[in-house]
């Protein structure tokens, strides 16, 4: 007899490498603030955000069809076709995203920022493939290639940046064209793992696009409103300062934080294909979500401050403070995803693309007026108060399909 289900399993391992990934996460924030100062790692930022956001707008949906059509399939060869036509989804959008950078170092031609955003067109693909991965891993219900790809890029990342750092004067073209090129050559390894296969793919492009107008485009407006927003703050708090300092507070207050957020969406991502078969989220499912929720944040409120204090140089102390406050929301954020899991994997896209739209225009409220009147206080107050109503709004739409 089992002590452990198929499940349970798979929330422990994935769980484990989210946990090791966040820790090496933490370790590359070390290292490159270490190595940068305070204004030019918020540039890094500051770009960063800017060209996740941009790779937000391209996918349209299709890579979360892709996710719901292999989660209901249970025939090998027609889900390695699914990959097949969703690599090329995703190599088109490729182009488009490596134009679009471009189009943003000509917006950027009056500061240095134009350099970074040109030295950022090769590696520019990162969130793409980062999405290609965590969206057929789920569907898959392929937890070792998830687990994997959020572990291995940082992993090789932070020895080789630290021993060229310690060697060569650090600049910010260099870390970003060293950092997310790393990391694109690993995950594009890990693509070509998954085994697609391009032969008589359009059957699967039509099954595609079918599921997309009753599911993933609904998702997909509802993240133009909430996953995209997620770096809307790291582009205003730019734009409405001087430098940007506090984009890197910002974000290096996200990175910390993000972690709290991963294990209800962990046990959500690990149950996805068997809440295709559930009526509800199982009772002892989502009490144990709530309780290890809750410890976490609380744990992370208690160290955080010491952990800032002793890693990091001395100007980013405050950082220690902001996270305290975003731990409140990201661990709400992350029971909302739990509950988004269910209602995906029973194809309510309408019900996640309202709750994303609530969510979205909270953030995108807040992250303009709030940030333009309050600074990084306004991304605080709209980071917690967007988190709190996404998981009422989808506790709503739970308690609506399970009656």
């Not at 134009?99 to 920022?113: D, K, Q």
């Not at 090129?181 to 070509?192: A, E, K, Q, S, T």
């Not at 744990?299 to 955080?304: C, E, G, K, L």
Request: aromatic residues 14%; glycine residues 6%.
């Amino acid at each position: 007899m089992r002590l452990l289900s198929k499940q349970n399993i798979q929330v422990i391992y994935l769980y484990a490498s989210t946990l090791l990934g966040s820790l090496l996460g933490f370790a590359t924030s070390i290292v490159n603030t270490n190595f940068l100062s305070d204004s030019d790692y918020g540039d890094v930022r500051y770009v960063q955000n800017l060209l996740t956001l941009l790779a937000s707008l391209l996918l349209f949906g299709y890579f979360l069809s892709g996710s719901r059509l292999l989660a209901v399939s249970n025939n090998r060869n027609y889900s390695s076709r699914v990959r097949g036509a969703m690599i090329v989804v995703l190599a088109i959008c490729s182009i488009l995203l490596i134009l679009m950078t471009y189009i943003s170092a000509l917006f950027h031609r009056e500061n240095n920022l134009m350099s970074l955003f040109l030295i950022s067109m090769p590696v520019c693909m990162y969130p793409l493939f980062t999405n290609y991965i965590n969206t057929t891993a789920q569907g898959d219900n392929h937890i070792a290639r998830l687990a994997i790809s959020r572990v291995l890029p940082a992993l090789i990342y932070v020895p080789i940046a630290y021993m060229l750092y310690s060697m060569v004067t650090v600049t910010s073209s260099l870390m970003i064209l060293l950092q997310w090129g790393i990391y694109c050559v690993v995950l594009l390894v890990i693509i070509l793992s998954t085994r697609p296969t391009f032969n008589n793919l359009k059957p699967v492009f039509s099954d595609l696009k079918n599921e997309n107008n009753t599911y993933g485009k609904h998702l997909y407006y509802g993240s133009l409103l909430m996953v995209a927003t997620n770096y809307l703050a790291g582009v205003t708090l730019g734009i409405f300062n001087d430098d940007n300092v506090n984009v890197g507070y910002y974000t290096l207050a996200l990175t910390l934080t993000a972690p709290l957020a991963y294990l209800p969406g962990i046990i959500g991502t690990a149950y996805f294909k068997k809440f295709v078969n559930e009526p509800r989220i199982p009772l002892n499912v989502m009490k144990g979500t709530l309780i290890i929720t809750v410890l976490s944040c609380l744990f992370f409120v208690v160290i955080i401050r010491y952990v800032v204090e002793l890693f990091y140089p001395e100007s980013y102390m405050p950082v220690g403070g902001y996270a305290s406050l975003m731990a409140i929301g990201f661990s709400v954020h992350g029971l909302g995803d739990m509950i988004n899991r269910f209602l995906g994997s029973h194809g309510e896209g309408i019900s996640i693309r309202n709750s994303s739209y609530a969510c979205g225009i909270c953030k995108i409220t807040g992250f303009v007026f709030l940030v333009w009147a309050w600074d990084i206080n306004g991304a605080l107050i709209t980071n917690i108060l967007s988190s709190f109503v996404y998981c009422t709004t989808l506790i709503y739409y739970y308690v609506k399909y399970i009656k």
